[in-house]
Protein backbone atom coordinates (compact mmCIF):
# COMPACT_ATOMS: atom_id res chain seq x y z
CA UNK A 1 0.00 0.00 0.00
CA UNK A 2 1.55 3.21 -0.83
CA UNK A 3 1.07 5.01 2.85
CA UNK A 4 1.70 8.55 1.36
CA UNK A 5 -1.04 8.50 -1.00
CA UNK A 6 -4.16 11.13 -0.37
CA UNK A 7 -6.81 9.02 0.86
CA UNK A 8 -9.62 11.78 -0.75
CA UNK A 9 -7.28 12.46 -3.80
CA UNK A 10 -7.91 16.34 -2.74
CA UNK A 11 -5.42 19.04 -2.97
CA UNK A 12 -5.20 22.02 -0.52
CA UNK A 13 -2.71 23.65 2.62
CA UNK A 14 -1.96 21.48 5.20
CA UNK A 15 -3.62 22.64 8.79
CA UNK A 16 -0.81 24.83 11.04
CA UNK A 17 1.93 22.21 12.69
CA UNK A 18 2.04 22.96 16.36
CA UNK A 19 5.31 23.86 17.76
CA UNK A 20 6.03 20.71 19.37
CA UNK A 21 4.64 17.89 16.83
CA UNK A 22 7.16 15.66 15.25
CA UNK A 23 4.23 14.43 13.32
CA UNK A 24 2.91 15.40 9.55
CA UNK A 25 -0.28 17.57 11.02
CA UNK A 26 -2.48 17.47 7.94
CA UNK A 27 -6.01 19.05 6.88
CA UNK A 28 -9.14 16.96 6.97
CA UNK A 29 -8.96 16.07 3.31
CA UNK A 30 -5.16 15.21 3.26
CA UNK A 31 -5.86 11.91 5.10
CA UNK A 32 -4.00 8.95 4.47
CA UNK A 33 -2.83 5.68 5.54
CA UNK A 34 -0.51 5.60 8.84
CA UNK A 35 -0.34 2.72 11.52
CA UNK A 36 -1.74 5.44 13.83
CA UNK A 37 -3.97 8.34 12.61
CA UNK A 38 -5.05 10.92 15.38
CA UNK A 39 -8.06 12.77 14.52
CA UNK A 40 -8.50 15.73 16.53
CA UNK A 41 -10.56 19.03 16.60
CA UNK A 42 -14.04 20.41 17.23
CA UNK A 43 -15.71 19.99 13.82
CA UNK A 44 -17.28 16.72 14.20
CA UNK A 45 -18.51 16.72 10.94
CA UNK A 46 -15.06 16.87 9.73
CA UNK A 47 -13.59 14.24 11.59
CA UNK A 48 -16.45 12.11 10.05
CA UNK A 49 -15.78 12.42 6.76
CA UNK A 50 -11.98 12.07 7.28
CA UNK A 51 -12.55 8.76 8.82
CA UNK A 52 -14.85 7.63 6.43
CA UNK A 53 -12.65 8.55 3.10
CA UNK A 54 -9.84 7.09 5.17
CA UNK A 55 -12.06 3.59 5.34
CA UNK A 56 -13.82 4.13 1.64
CA UNK A 57 -9.39 4.28 0.68
CA UNK A 58 -8.58 1.13 2.39
CA UNK A 59 -11.41 -0.93 1.69
CA UNK A 60 -10.11 -0.20 -2.28
CA UNK A 61 -6.79 -1.06 -1.51
CA UNK A 62 -7.89 -4.31 0.06
CA UNK A 63 -11.68 -5.14 -0.03
CA UNK A 64 -10.91 -8.02 2.81
CA UNK A 65 -10.25 -4.69 5.55
CA UNK A 66 -12.06 -5.71 8.71
CA UNK A 67 -13.18 -2.93 10.62
CA UNK A 68 -13.65 -2.56 14.55
CA UNK A 69 -14.89 0.04 16.74
CA UNK A 70 -14.23 1.02 20.61
CA UNK A 71 -15.15 3.21 22.92
CA UNK A 72 -13.07 4.46 24.81
CA UNK A 73 -14.73 5.86 27.67
CA UNK A 74 -16.03 2.40 28.07
CA UNK A 75 -12.94 0.27 27.20
CA UNK A 76 -12.67 -3.08 28.52
CA UNK A 77 -8.97 -4.47 29.58
CA UNK A 78 -6.98 -5.28 26.53
CA UNK A 79 -9.79 -5.05 23.50
CA UNK A 80 -7.18 -2.55 21.47
CA UNK A 81 -4.54 -5.40 21.41
CA UNK A 82 -7.05 -8.22 20.87
CA UNK A 83 -8.19 -6.47 17.77
CA UNK A 84 -5.18 -5.64 16.44
CA UNK A 85 -3.94 -9.36 16.73
CA UNK A 86 -3.21 -11.23 13.17
CA UNK A 87 -6.05 -12.77 11.86
CA UNK A 88 -6.27 -16.71 10.39
CA UNK A 89 -6.06 -14.95 7.09
CA UNK A 90 -3.88 -11.70 7.46
CA UNK A 91 -6.50 -9.52 6.71
CA UNK A 92 -5.81 -5.46 6.98
CA UNK A 93 -7.53 -4.28 10.14
CA UNK A 94 -8.95 -0.69 10.81
CA UNK A 95 -9.63 -0.28 14.23
CA UNK A 96 -11.84 3.15 15.08
CA UNK A 97 -11.41 4.48 18.60
CA UNK A 98 -14.34 7.19 19.59
CA UNK A 99 -14.37 9.28 22.46
CA UNK A 100 -10.54 9.80 23.23
CA UNK A 101 -11.30 12.99 24.76
CA UNK A 102 -13.41 10.73 27.42
CA UNK A 103 -10.77 7.74 27.58
CA UNK A 104 -10.58 5.39 30.87
CA UNK A 105 -7.41 5.16 32.83
CA UNK A 106 -7.32 1.90 31.22
CA UNK A 107 -7.54 2.68 28.00
CA UNK A 108 -4.91 5.52 28.18
CA UNK A 109 -2.06 3.23 29.45
CA UNK A 110 -3.02 0.73 27.31
CA UNK A 111 -2.91 3.39 24.04
CA UNK A 112 0.40 4.08 25.32
CA UNK A 113 1.90 1.07 25.35
CA UNK A 114 0.56 -0.12 21.44
CA UNK A 115 2.01 3.32 20.38
CA UNK A 116 5.32 1.61 21.31
CA UNK A 117 5.33 -1.56 18.97
CA UNK A 118 2.04 -0.75 16.26
CA UNK A 119 0.67 -3.86 14.73
CA UNK A 120 1.48 -5.14 10.98
CA UNK A 121 -1.25 -3.62 8.39
CA UNK A 122 -2.89 -2.22 11.11
CA UNK A 123 -4.38 1.12 11.37
CA UNK A 124 -5.76 2.66 14.60
CA UNK A 125 -7.67 5.85 14.33
CA UNK A 126 -8.26 7.80 17.42
CA UNK A 127 -10.96 10.53 17.58
CA UNK A 128 -10.63 13.34 20.17
CA UNK A 129 -12.94 16.03 20.22
CA UNK A 130 -10.89 18.20 22.34
CA UNK A 131 -10.27 19.54 26.13
CA UNK A 132 -7.63 17.73 28.57
CA UNK A 133 -8.67 14.49 28.69
CA UNK A 134 -5.79 11.56 27.36
CA UNK A 135 -3.29 14.81 26.92
CA UNK A 136 -0.67 12.31 28.20
CA UNK A 137 -1.65 9.78 24.94
CA UNK A 138 -1.64 12.79 22.64
CA UNK A 139 1.44 14.25 23.34
CA UNK A 140 2.97 10.91 23.06
CA UNK A 141 1.39 10.95 19.72
CA UNK A 142 2.76 13.76 18.84
CA UNK A 143 6.28 12.62 19.57
CA UNK A 144 6.27 10.65 16.90
CA UNK A 145 5.87 7.38 19.12
CA UNK A 146 4.08 4.92 16.91
CA UNK A 147 4.33 5.98 13.12
CA UNK A 148 1.10 8.30 13.73
CA UNK A 149 -0.04 11.57 11.66
CA UNK A 150 -2.98 14.03 13.12
CA UNK A 151 -5.52 14.91 10.99
CA UNK A 152 -6.36 18.27 12.54
CA UNK A 153 -10.63 18.87 12.07
CA UNK A 154 -11.31 22.38 13.56
CA UNK A 155 -14.50 24.03 13.35
CA UNK A 156 -14.65 26.54 10.57
CA UNK A 157 -15.67 29.37 12.24
CA UNK A 158 -14.74 32.28 8.80
CA UNK A 159 -17.03 32.46 5.71
CA UNK A 160 -13.98 32.46 4.04
CA UNK A 161 -13.43 28.51 5.33
CA UNK A 162 -16.96 28.17 4.75
CA UNK A 163 -16.50 29.41 1.20
CA UNK A 164 -13.62 27.03 0.77
CA UNK A 165 -15.17 24.50 1.64
CA UNK A 166 -18.47 24.63 -0.85
CA UNK A 167 -15.80 25.43 -3.22
CA UNK A 168 -13.98 22.07 -2.66
CA UNK A 169 -17.29 19.96 -2.89
CA UNK A 170 -18.07 20.92 -6.29
CA UNK A 171 -14.97 21.09 -7.63
CA UNK A 172 -14.30 17.59 -6.60
CA UNK A 173 -17.67 16.63 -8.49
CA UNK A 174 -16.36 18.60 -11.53
CA UNK A 175 -19.60 21.00 -11.36
CA UNK A 176 -19.57 24.57 -11.95
CA UNK A 177 -20.87 26.98 -9.60
CA UNK A 178 -20.54 30.86 -9.77
CA UNK A 179 -19.54 32.94 -7.07
CA UNK A 180 -23.34 34.77 -6.37
CA UNK A 181 -24.33 31.06 -5.91
CA UNK A 182 -21.30 30.03 -3.30
CA UNK A 183 -21.96 33.79 -1.41
CA UNK A 184 -25.68 32.80 -0.79
CA UNK A 185 -25.41 29.15 -0.10
CA UNK A 186 -22.68 29.90 2.40
CA UNK A 187 -25.08 32.22 3.92
CA UNK A 188 -28.11 30.49 4.50
CA UNK A 189 -26.17 26.94 5.74
CA UNK A 190 -23.46 29.71 7.74
CA UNK A 191 -24.60 27.92 10.88
CA UNK A 192 -24.17 24.18 10.22
CA UNK A 193 -21.34 22.71 8.08
CA UNK A 194 -23.05 19.34 7.87
CA UNK A 195 -26.68 21.11 6.04
CA UNK A 196 -24.24 23.22 3.84
CA UNK A 197 -22.48 20.16 3.05
CA UNK A 198 -25.81 18.21 2.17
CA UNK A 199 -27.05 20.96 -0.01
CA UNK A 200 -24.00 21.33 -2.31
CA UNK A 201 -24.04 17.52 -2.64
CA UNK A 202 -27.98 18.34 -3.61
CA UNK A 203 -27.31 20.67 -6.16
CA UNK A 204 -24.98 18.82 -7.50
CA UNK A 205 -26.55 15.80 -8.16
CA UNK A 206 -30.23 17.59 -9.42
CA UNK A 207 -29.17 20.68 -11.35
CA UNK A 208 -27.33 20.96 -14.70
CA UNK A 209 -24.07 21.96 -15.75
CA UNK A 210 -23.65 25.26 -13.56
CA UNK A 211 -25.15 26.11 -10.37
CA UNK A 212 -25.81 29.58 -10.11
CA UNK A 213 -27.88 31.87 -7.54
CA UNK A 214 -30.70 32.02 -9.16
CA UNK A 215 -30.59 27.75 -8.55
CA UNK A 216 -30.09 28.23 -4.82
CA UNK A 217 -32.67 30.55 -4.42
CA UNK A 218 -34.97 28.22 -6.16
CA UNK A 219 -34.23 25.47 -3.55
CA UNK A 220 -33.12 27.43 -0.76
CA UNK A 221 -34.63 30.79 -0.66
CA UNK A 222 -37.10 30.19 2.01
CA UNK A 223 -33.54 30.58 4.50
CA UNK A 224 -33.57 33.05 7.09
CA UNK A 225 -29.87 34.11 6.87
CA UNK A 226 -30.33 34.30 2.58
CA UNK A 227 -33.64 36.54 3.41
CA UNK A 228 -31.36 38.37 5.79
CA UNK A 229 -28.42 38.54 3.30
CA UNK A 230 -30.99 40.23 0.34
CA UNK A 231 -32.20 43.01 2.74
CA UNK A 232 -28.75 43.60 3.57
CA UNK A 233 -27.50 43.69 -0.58
CA UNK A 234 -30.24 45.74 -1.27
CA UNK A 235 -29.88 48.40 1.15
CA UNK A 236 -25.73 48.60 1.06
CA UNK A 237 -26.32 48.97 -3.13
CA UNK A 238 -28.93 52.11 -2.30
CA UNK A 239 -32.06 50.50 -3.71
CA UNK A 240 -34.29 51.22 -0.57
CA UNK A 241 -37.77 50.45 -1.77
CA UNK A 242 -36.71 46.96 -3.07
CA UNK A 243 -34.59 46.33 0.42
CA UNK A 244 -37.73 47.69 2.56
CA UNK A 245 -40.21 45.37 0.55
CA UNK A 246 -37.47 42.21 0.96
CA UNK A 247 -37.18 43.23 4.85
CA UNK A 248 -40.74 42.94 5.30
CA UNK A 249 -41.23 39.80 3.36
CA UNK A 250 -38.84 38.17 5.59
CA UNK A 251 -40.34 39.09 8.63
CA UNK A 252 -43.67 38.07 7.63
CA UNK A 253 -42.51 34.66 6.97
CA UNK A 254 -41.25 34.16 10.55
CA UNK A 255 -37.60 35.70 10.04
CA UNK A 256 -35.98 36.62 13.23
CA UNK A 257 -34.85 40.37 13.03
CA UNK A 258 -31.51 39.23 15.35
CA UNK A 259 -29.87 37.33 12.09
CA UNK A 260 -31.28 40.32 9.77
CA UNK A 261 -28.90 43.08 11.73
CA UNK A 262 -26.27 40.31 12.09
CA UNK A 263 -25.96 40.08 8.12
CA UNK A 264 -26.11 43.79 8.42
CA UNK A 265 -23.17 43.47 10.85
CA UNK A 266 -20.99 40.89 8.78
CA UNK A 267 -21.25 43.06 5.62
CA UNK A 268 -20.54 46.71 7.22
CA UNK A 269 -17.87 45.35 9.20
CA UNK A 270 -16.29 44.04 6.12
CA UNK A 271 -17.08 47.22 4.44
CA UNK A 272 -14.94 48.97 7.25
CA UNK A 273 -12.26 46.97 7.51
CA UNK A 274 -11.34 47.81 3.80
CA UNK A 275 -12.15 51.22 3.56
CA UNK A 276 -9.49 53.28 2.29
CA UNK A 277 -7.37 49.86 2.03
CA UNK A 278 -5.16 49.55 -1.26
CA UNK A 279 -3.92 45.93 -3.37
CA UNK A 280 -5.03 43.32 -5.28
CA UNK A 281 -7.93 41.31 -3.84
CA UNK A 282 -5.63 38.58 -2.87
CA UNK A 283 -3.67 41.03 -0.94
CA UNK A 284 -6.20 42.14 0.92
CA UNK A 285 -7.59 38.99 1.48
CA UNK A 286 -4.64 37.79 3.05
CA UNK A 287 -4.19 40.55 5.29
CA UNK A 288 -7.50 41.06 6.36
CA UNK A 289 -8.30 37.33 6.77
CA UNK A 290 -10.99 37.36 4.03
CA UNK A 291 -12.13 35.85 0.97
CA UNK A 292 -10.87 37.19 -2.63
CA UNK A 293 -14.76 37.03 -3.47
CA UNK A 294 -15.35 39.03 -0.43
CA UNK A 295 -12.95 41.66 -0.89
CA UNK A 296 -13.73 42.02 -4.17
CA UNK A 297 -17.94 42.26 -3.09
CA UNK A 298 -16.94 44.71 -0.17
CA UNK A 299 -15.29 47.31 -2.61
CA UNK A 300 -18.38 47.35 -5.17
CA UNK A 301 -20.52 47.99 -2.06
CA UNK A 302 -17.72 51.12 -0.93
CA UNK A 303 -18.62 52.68 -3.79
CA UNK A 304 -20.09 56.25 -3.15
CA UNK A 305 -19.44 55.58 0.78
CA UNK A 306 -18.06 58.35 2.81
CA UNK A 307 -16.09 57.39 5.73
CA UNK A 308 -18.53 59.82 8.19
CA UNK A 309 -21.48 57.84 6.49
CA UNK A 310 -19.53 54.78 7.48
CA UNK A 311 -19.32 55.69 11.07
CA UNK A 312 -22.77 56.40 11.40
CA UNK A 313 -23.71 53.36 10.25
CA UNK A 314 -21.86 51.83 12.23
CA UNK A 315 -23.21 53.88 15.00
CA UNK A 316 -26.78 53.05 13.98
CA UNK A 317 -26.20 49.04 13.76
CA UNK A 318 -25.13 49.14 17.33
CA UNK A 319 -28.02 50.97 18.52
CA UNK A 320 -30.57 48.45 16.42
CA UNK A 321 -28.63 45.43 17.69
CA UNK A 322 -29.45 46.10 21.80
CA UNK A 323 -33.32 47.15 20.14
CA UNK A 324 -34.00 43.98 18.76
CA UNK A 325 -32.61 41.98 21.42
CA UNK A 326 -34.78 43.85 24.03
CA UNK A 327 -33.25 47.10 24.87
CA UNK A 328 -36.16 48.75 22.13
CA UNK A 329 -39.57 48.51 22.46
CA UNK A 330 -40.67 48.21 18.56
CA UNK A 331 -37.65 45.73 16.76
CA UNK A 332 -39.36 45.97 13.46
CA UNK A 333 -39.30 49.54 13.43
CA UNK A 334 -35.54 49.65 14.55
CA UNK A 335 -34.88 47.43 11.49
CA UNK A 336 -36.85 49.44 9.08
CA UNK A 337 -34.81 52.64 10.14
CA UNK A 338 -31.31 51.18 9.82
CA UNK A 339 -32.64 50.04 6.74
CA UNK A 340 -33.22 53.31 5.34
CA UNK A 341 -30.10 55.16 6.70
CA UNK A 342 -27.55 52.37 5.13
CA UNK A 343 -29.67 52.82 1.88
CA UNK A 344 -29.05 56.31 2.42
CA UNK A 345 -24.99 55.71 3.17
CA UNK A 346 -25.45 57.41 6.38
CA UNK A 347 -27.10 60.12 5.34
Known amino acids: MAARTTASGRTGKPAAKASTAKIPQLAWHQVRPAPVVLVSGTEDFLADRAIRTLRDFLKLEDPSLEISDIQADSYAP??????????????PRMIRVSSVEKCSDTFLTEAIEYLQNPADDTYVILRHGGGVRGKKLLDTIRSGVGGAIEVV?????KDADK????????R???????PSALRALVAAFSDDLAELSAACQQLIADTG???????????????????????????????????LVTLRHALASGADP?????????KIRTMAKLFGARGGSAQLAATYSLAPWQVERAQRDLRGWSDDGLARCIVMLAETDAAVKGAGRDP??????????IAKRGE
Do not use: M, Q, W
Not at 153 to 157: H, I, T
Not at 172 to 178: D, F, I
Not at 224 to 243: P, Q, Y
Open 332 to 341: VFALERLVTV
Open 172 to 178: TAGKRVT
Open 209 to 243: AEVTETTVDRYYGGRVETNAFKVADSAIAGRLGEA
Open 258 to 266: VPIVAAFAS
Open 163 to 170: HDFATAEF
Open 153 to 157: CAELK
Open 78 to 91: GELLTLASPSLFGE
